[in-house]
């Protein structure tokens, strides 16, 4: 059976969240063994039908420009928080040995989060037989102020993702 993980972090309210675990039941439900990989602040609700949920140490936000991520106390993350959540990431990719990987919103946001998606990336980039890499995002995007950060997102999309998939 193939194994699909799914990687969402919902760092201000739960949409992101909502639909990964509508596209991880549905992937459970064609056959596909998933796993579903969560940072955010967990939420009280039913599990996803056949779908393994990995729930790292959670993040959030309180600002509207994502500039600190904090803990589930509201506590900014340090160095050490960081390592945790990258290393459980690393692990739970490691243990589902995936055909397909798919990520939410980043390379198109969720920037804050490179510590530990680019360390993913590699690691599936350098995998003896590399999975399908799928960007998932909305179909809204935000616009960015800063220049170059288009094309940063673009880069990084024709680096590490095979296919965005926009819902």
């Known amino acids: ?10 760092l201000v309210g739960i949409g992101h969240l909502m639909r ?5 039941e549905a992937l459970a439900g064609a056959g596909f063994d998933v796993q579903l990989v969560t940072g955010g602040v967990p939420v009280d609700a039913r599990a996803p ?19 600190t991520l904090r803990d589930a106390d509201g506590r900014p ?3 050490a928080y960081r390592h945790r ?10 243990a589902a040995a995936p055909s397909a990987v798919m990520i939410e919103t980043f390379p198109f946001g969720r920037r ?9 990336l590699e690691r599936v980039a350098a995998a003896r037989r590399r999975p399908v890499v799928v960007a998932s995002v909305r179909d809204i995007l935000q616009l960015r102020n800063k220049p170059g950060r288009e094309r940063e ?6 680096r590490w993702f095979d296919a965005v998939l926009v819902h």
């Not at 194994?3 to 919902?10: E, R, T, Y």
């Not at 959540?85 to 490691?94: E, G, I």
């Not at 510590?115 to 993913?120: A, G, I, N, S």
């Open 49 to 67: 039908a056949g779908v393994r949920v990995v729930q790292l140490p959670p993040i959030r936000v309180t600002d509207g420009d994502f500039s």
């Open 85 to 94: 959540r990258r290393d459980l990431l690393l692990a739970a990719y490691d």
């Open 20 to 24: 990964a675990r509508l596209i991880a």
């Open 112 to 120: 804050a989060l490179r510590f530990e998606l680019v360390p993913l």
């Open 1 to 10: 059976m193939p194994a699909v993980m799914i990687h969402v972090a919902h």
């Open 153 to 158: 997102m673009l880069e990084a999309a024709r």
């Open 77 to 79: 993350i340090d160095d």
